[in-house]
C-alpha cells in the first residue's frame, strides 16, 4: 500500500461502497491519507509479521502488488529478491487464514518478451517468453500465485500493465524520457503505456468483480522512442538499435540507468491486445498512450496566478 500503485488502488477500493474494511502493509506509508484504511508496516522478509496483521485481518479478496520493478528504487538484485520473499511471505500467511476466494496481481506484459519469436501483439492467451530481469520475475509471481490458489481455492486474475506512467512516479522509463538529451533508438516499433490512475482503476475493479484470468491493460495510440522525446520537448539524439541496446549501461554514468526491459520497448517497441476492460470489470481507459507520457511531462511546470484577480475573488 505504501507504492504508488498500491496507494492509488486502495484509494479506488476504499471509496467503493462494497468494501467493508480495507488494509495494507508495505515498507512506507501510503502516499496518500486514506482514512478508512489500516496500515501496517513491513518487510517483504518478515513472513512472522506479515503473517500477524493477516491473520487479525481475515482479508476474502487480497491485492498483491508488492512488485518491485528494476531499476526503479531498487537493483535488478533487490527487486528480484523483495519480490520473490514478499510474495512467500505474503502466501505463506493467506495459507493460515483459509478466508481468500480472490487474488488480484500487479503484473506486466513484459512477461511475454521480446525476442525475435516473441508475437508482435500478444494476447492473454500467449503463453509467457520472458526476455527481461522484470518479465522473469512477473512470470514467476503469477506461477507462485496460481500454485498456491489452487490449495486455497481462490481464483488469481494477473493484471499484465504495460509501462505505468504518471508525473510523480519513480520509473525507469518515465526518468530517462525526462532527460534534457534523449539517446532515441532509430525504429518504427511502437510502445503503449497506461497512466497511473488508469491502472490503479482497473486492478480495483478486478479485485471486486467475478472476471477471471489474466488481463491486458494498455492505453490506445501507441508511439515510437522518438514520438515519445517529442512529446515532452526534449532533444532527440538518434541511434541505431543495436547500438542503443548494446550502449545502455551508459545510462548509469547520468544515474538513469535504462533495465532491460526498458531497453526492449525502446528499440524492438512493445504492443499487446488490450483487454476491453471497460466491458469487463467496468473501467476503460480515459487516457491514451501520448496522454500519459503528456503527464509524465506535466511535473515542475509553471503555473502562473493572477494574484489580484485572486484577491478580488476572495472578497
Known amino acids: 500500500m505504501g507504492s504508488a500503485i498500491g496507494t492509488n488502488v486502495a484509494v479506488s477500493l476504499a471509496a467503493d461502497p462494497r468494501v467493508t474494511a480495507l488494509c495494507g502493509f508495505d515498507l512506507e506509508p501510503p502516499r496518500r491519507w486514506i482514512p478508512s484504511a489500516d496500515f501496517h508496516y513491513a518487510r517483504p522478509g518478515d513472513a512472522a ?10 482479508p476474502t479478496i487480497v491485492v498483491h502488488a508488492w512488485v518491485f520493478e528494476p531499476r526503479a528504487r531498487s537493483s535488478p538484485g533487490q527487486a528480484r529478491s523483495r519480490t520473490v ?42 503463453v509467457a517468453r520472458p526476455t527481461s530481469t522484470f518479465g ?45 538529451v534523449v539517446p532515441v533508438p532509430i525504429t518504427t516499433q511502437r510502445f503503449g503505456v497506461v497512466h497511473l490512475g488508469d491502472a490503479a482503476r482497473v486492478m480495483a475493479a478486478a479485485a471486486l468483480s467475478d472476471v477471471t484470468g489474466p488481463i491486458n ?38 544515474r538513469t540507468p535504462i533495465p532491460e526491459h526498458v531497453a526492449e520497448l525502446l528499440s524492438r517497441g512493445q504492443i499487446v491486445a488490450p483487454t476491453d476492460t471497460g466491458s469487463l470489470v467496468g473501467e476503460p ?14 511535473a515542475g511546470k509553471l503555473i502562473e496566478i493572477d494574484l489580484d484577480r485572486l484577491a478580488a475573488g476572495a472578497r
Do not use: W
Open 49 to 58: 509479521r506479515v503473517s500477524e496483521i493477516v491473520a487479525a485481518f481475515k
Open 85 to 126: 520473499t514478499g510474495t512467500e511471505s505474503l502466501l505463506g500467511a493467506l495459507a493460515k487464514v483459509d478466508s481468500v476466494s480472490r487474488i488480484v496481481i500487479r503484473s506486466g506484459v513484459s512477461i511475454y518478451g521480446r525476442s525475435a519469436n516473441s508475437p508482435t501483439c500478444p494476447t492473454v492467451d500467449d
Open 136 to 180: 522473469d520475475i512477473l512470470t514467476r509471481v503469477e506461477e507462485r500465485c496460481e500454485h498456491a490458489a489452487l490449495e486455497f481455492g481462490s481464483t488469481v486474475v494477473p493484471v499484465r500493465l504495460a509501462s505505468v506512467m504518471a508525473s510523480n512516479l519513480p520509473n525507469p522509463l518515465g526518468r530517462y524520457l525526462r532527460l534534457p
Open 285 to 298: 481507459m480515459r487516457r491514451s498512450t501520448p496522454d500519459a507520457i503528456g503527464d509524465l511531462y506535466a
Open 217 to 254: 491493460v494498455m492505453a490506445d495510440d501507441p508511439v515510437t522512442a522518438l514520438q515519445a522525446v517529442t512529446i515532452g520537448r526534449r532533444v532527440p539524439v538518434p541511434l541505431l538499435p543495436v547500438a542503443f541496446r548494446a550502449g545502455r549501461s551508459l545510462g548509469d554514468i547520468v
